[in-house]
């Protein structure tokens, strides 16, 4: 549990740095993407004169997000590391984690493992956006129109509008105030989320039309590098992609194995809406949120025995559920 005195640990740790280097997970969403840059932000303006800068890997998909920072090997020594929205040192993007004085887990992903100095991990929170929101409220953090449209849509992309269960009566008061105090208008910050080219629309219709539905509830499709280049999309999109599924009645489980050709790896999105998946995700080295899970394997073949153990999972799920 997060104690309130723990919000002003954190914020001293940020106040004793002048040089802070904030990271988040590989292969980065909204949330991710939200939480760090909204926290630089943050900082930048509570502290003009310190050195702020969120790093990883880049992605012109999410770039209406905001930019990222160039990391250089000198801030090993002097800086201060934030990492947001990542459970384990392996998933880092962009940094070694080890190699910092003092670093600052903020994370809502179920524990893994323990590596930074100072850690908040509250995994029932909808999304780490949600606790840099909480942060900046019970601190001096500043609080701006720009900041609060960074995080809401971080927090809005991992809810999928406040559709997941990870909701809660604090979200929907901590978005209330967000809204009220800065007077974001929500409408105008949907289009860089939702709007997708006619070719995404397309594929999603293949999907659809080619999913595989077993009598136990799971959904599940295996897309290759050639269907990839026949839709012309990236290896992203059919993860991007997971969230459009969930509602269709016979199912409670559904993945998507994209094949990632020039990464030699298959990439798996998997959601439910019962059956707990990061269980499943976990024996294949993955992991994630009970409902909202992802792994990378090494092939269709190692797919297969994940599809297995999914539907396995769905079956028993029902069994229980009678």
């Known amino acids: 549990m997060f104690r309130k005195n723990q919000y002003k640990m954190i914020y001293q740790m940020i106040k004793k740095y002048d040089t802070i280097v904030i990271a988040r997970h590989i292969g980065a969403d909204p949330d991710a993407l939200g939480s760090s840059i909204g926290l630089r932000e943050s900082i930048k303006k509570t502290f003009p004169n310190k050195k702020v800068y969120a790093v990883g890997c880049p992605t012109s998909k999410f770039r209406y997000m905001g930019l990222l920072d160039h990391f250089t090997e000198d801030m090993y020594e002097k800086a201060l590391l934030i990492v947001t929205d990542t459970p384990d040192k392996k998933r880092v993007d962009g940094v070694d984690a080890s190699r910092f004085k003092e670093s600052i887990k903020i994370d809502h992903h179920p524990y893994i493992e323990t590596f930074c100095t100072?850690?908040?991990i509250h995994d029932e929170a909808s999304s780490a956006s949600e606790m840099i929101i909480e942060l900046i409220n019970h601190t001096k953090l500043v609080m701006n129109k720009e900041i609060a449209e960074t995080l809401y849509m971080g927090l809005v992309s991992d809810?999928?509008?406040f559709l997941f269960q990870t909701t809660s009566p604090k979200t929907f008061h901590l978005v209330g105030d967000l809204i009220e105090d800065t007077n974001?208008?929500?409408s105008e910050l949907y289009p860089n989320l939702y709007t997708r080219p006619y070719k995404e629309i397309k594929f999603q219709g293949y999907i659809a039309s080619n999913l595989t539905v077993t009598e136990n509830g799971l959904g599940y499709i295996k897309i290759t590098?050639?269907?990839l280049k026949e839709y012309q999309v990236d290896v992203a999109t059919g993860g991007n992609?997971?969230?459009n599924f969930n509602f269709i009645d016979e199912v409670i489980a559904w993945t998507i194995l994209t094949e990632d050709k020039n990464n030699g790896v298959i990439r798996v999105s998997i959601r439910s809406?019962?059956?707990?998946?990061?269980?499943?995700?976990?024996?294949?080295?993955?992991?994630g949120h009970k409902f909202a899970s992802g792994v990378k394997l090494i092939d269709f073949e190692t797919g297969n025995a994940l599809i297995q153990a999914?539907?396995?999972t769905c079956k028993k799920y029902k069994e229980e559920s009678q």
């Open 118 to 120: 100072y850690e908040w």
């Open 159 to 161: 809810t999928d509008r």
């Open 184 to 186: 974001i208008r929500i």
């Open 225 to 227: 590098d050639e269907i």
């Open 241 to 243: 992609l997971i969230n």
């Open 273 to 287: 809406r019962g059956p707990v998946i990061n269980e499943v995700a976990s024996q294949f080295g993955g992991g």
């Open 310 to 312: 999914l539907d396995f």
